[in-house]
């Protein structure tokens, strides 16, 4: 195999006639808004996973365990922003995470990207075995107790020189968060983002580049307002140099007329989008340092989701070649088949 490919001629870098707006990477979303699709990156979104993936972040040594999957936006980002840097990554020996504390002590990383779950098992882990140092009578009073478990926990589990970590895709509470940052011995970033828009905030401030106006909009259906107290509530809209190009849409299943079974079905049914308000904690109010918020008015009342949706997707398609793949039928598609 490496003879015949060594015979065969060198891949472009790029096809020809590829700009900064062509289609670049295709990157899996859940599906907040209907069913999982794929969000579309063009070329310069993905130059940015190289380049900027966190913007305003120092030199440092730059070792991660990856352990995220690379067909999700974090993923990619901690893979291929340690590569740019000339740094090591490393990939979890399971995918479910039943090995993660033993890989890390392995690579021993100094950069950590966590999501929830990852902070709730160190969480438990530590109040696992501080319970148990308690219940066994262990010399020293419970201040030293914790103490000796923290440092236990960092130096043995965490591999010992971590050097910057963050937790993002979902707020922490305060509790949680003060025992990480005691067993990381480091300050443990919040980001907030999703893979339509990029990075949109971190630590609670909204990042001002690439996020360049935002502002909040009322929601009557769940009861938030700007004018809530003690903080304003609503839906967060940004305008960002990270927002995605739209959905992959491919035609299927097939319309209808060219079904032998009938129409489709139509979906179970749609989740609405994250809200700004964190679950389980108190809102927090929009940053006053950052760019003002636009005045656009308001859409009119009464519009449904669907047709606000429609509304968002005309203006974010902005080329040919996404026009295009939007409405590519996919190749293996035969509109007699009975799909």
Same mark, same amino acid.
């Given at each position: 195999?490496?003879?015949? &490919?060594? !015979?065969?001629?060198?891949?472009? #870098?790029?096809? *020809?006639?590829?700009?900064?707006?062509? +289609? %670049?990477?295709?990157?899996?979303?859940?599906?907040?808004?209907?069913?999982?699709?794929?969000?579309?990156?063009?070329?310069?979104?993905?130059?940015?996973?190289?380049?900027?993936?966190?913007?305003?972040?120092?030199?440092?040594?730059?070792?991660?365990?990856?352990?995220?999957?690379?067909?999700?936006?974090?993923?990619?980002?901690?893979?291929?922003?340690?590569?740019?840097?000339?740094?090591?990554?490393?990939?979890?020996?399971?995918?479910?995470?039943?090995?993660?504390?033993?890989?890390?002590?392995?690579?021993?990383?100094?950069?950590?990207?966590?999501?929830?779950?990852?902070?709730?098992?160190?969480?438990?882990?530590?109040?696992?075995?501080?319970?148990?140092?308690?219940?066994?009578?262990?010399? &020293?009073? !419970?201040?030293?107790?914790?103490? #000796?478990?923290? *440092?236990?926990?960092?130096?043995?589990? +965490? %591999?010992?020189?971590?050097?910057?970590?963050?937790?993002?895709?979902?707020?922490l509470s305060a509790e949680t968060t003060a025992c990480v940052?005691?067993?990381?011995?480091?300050?443990?970033?919040?980001?907030?983002?999703?893979?339509?828009?990029?990075?949109?905030?971190?630590?609670?401030?909204?990042?001002?580049?690439?996020?360049?106006?935002?502002?909040?909009?009322?929601?009557?259906?769940?009861?938030?307002?700007?004018?809530?107290?003690?903080?304003?509530?609503?839906?967060?809209l940004v305008t960002s140099d990270r927002l995605f190009s739209?959905?992959?849409?491919?035609?299927?299943?097939?319309?209808?007329?060219?079904?032998?079974?009938?129409?489709?079905?139509?979906?179970?049914?749609?989740?609405?989008?994250?809200?700004?308000?964190?679950?389980?904690?108190?809102?927090?109010?929009?940053?006053?340092?950052?760019?003002?918020?636009?005045?656009?008015?308001?859409?009119?009342?009464?519009?449904?989701?669907?047709?606000?949706?429609?509304?968002?997707?005309?203006?974010?398609?902005?080329?040919?070649?996404?026009?295009?793949?939007l409405t590519r039928t996919p190749p293996d598609h035969n509109?007699?088949?009975?799909?």
């Open positions: 195999m490496i003879v015949r &490919g060594r !015979a065969l001629p060198p891949v472009p #870098r790029s096809p *020809e006639g590829t700009t900064a707006d062509s +289609l %670049g990477s295709l990157v899996y979303t859940s599906g907040s808004t209907g069913t999982p699709k794929g969000a579309m990156y063009t070329e310069r979104l993905v130059r940015q996973f190289w380049v900027d993936f966190v913007p305003g972040q120092g030199v440092r040594p730059s070792i991660v365990l990856n352990y995220l999957p690379l067909s999700h936006m974090m993923g990619r980002g901690v893979l291929f922003g340690r590569l740019a840097k000339g740094g090591l990554a490393c990939f979890a020996a399971s995918g479910d995470l039943s090995t993660l504390f033993e890989d890390i002590p392995l690579f021993r990383p100094t950069e950590f990207v966590m999501v929830p779950r990852i902070c709730d098992m160190l969480f438990q882990r530590y109040r696992s075995e501080l319970a148990r140092r308690n219940d066994a009578g262990t010399a &020293g009073d !419970a201040a030293e107790h914790a103490e #000796r478990v923290q *440092e236990e926990l960092r130096e043995t589990v +965490l %591999g010992g020189r971590l050097l910057w970590a963050v937790s993002a895709s979902a707020p940052e005691k067993c990381l011995h480091v300050r443990l970033l919040n980001g907030y983002g999703s893979t339509e828009a990029g990075i949109v905030s971190l630590d609670g401030r909204v990042v001002s580049l690439p996020v360049t106006d935002h502002k909040l909009a009322d929601v009557p259906e769940l009861g938030y307002f700007q004018s809530d107290s003690s903080h304003p509530r609503g839906e967060l739209g959905y992959r849409l491919l035609i299927w299943p097939p319309p209808a007329s060219t079904r032998r079974d009938g129409p489709a079905p139509k979906p179970a049914g749609r989740r609405r989008c994250r809200r700004c308000r964190p679950q389980g904690q108190e809102p927090q109010p929009p940053s006053r340092e950052q760019l003002p918020r636009s005045q656009a008015a308001s859409e009119p009342a009464g519009r449904g989701a669907a047709a606000r949706r429609r509304d968002r997707t005309a203006r974010m398609i902005t080329t040919a070649g996404i026009r295009r793949s509109p007699t088949d009975g799909g």
